[in-house]
């Protein structure tokens, strides 16, 4: 699937849904999950949802949220 058609089915979806972090990574624009992580651990970007030992979860609508302030703090 290309990006454009992965970005296109993000926007489709719910604000309850549940992403994993390839998707995360994606919509902020980071080729690693370190960042992603590094900002959870900051308290600067919203926690995951332990969904088990080894899979973790955001609600989409929360990151878009960040995303969104994301944009708002760099126009000031």
Avoid at 31 to 45: E, F
Avoid at 48 to 64: F, V, Y
Wanted: proline fraction near 4%; aromatic fraction near 6%.
């Amino acid at each position: 699937m290309s990006k454009a058609a992965q970005t296109h089915e993000c926007r489709s979806l719910d604000d309850l849904a549940l992403v994993d972090i390839k998707v995360v990574r994606r919509l902020a624009g980071f080729t690693s999950s370190t960042p992603v992580y590094d900002r959870v651990r900051s308290g600067t970007m919203p926690a995951p949802i332990r969904l088990s030992k080894r899979c973790t979860r955001w609600r989409l609508g929360e990151i878009r949220a960040w995303l969104e302030a994301q944009g708002k703090e760099a126009s000031k």
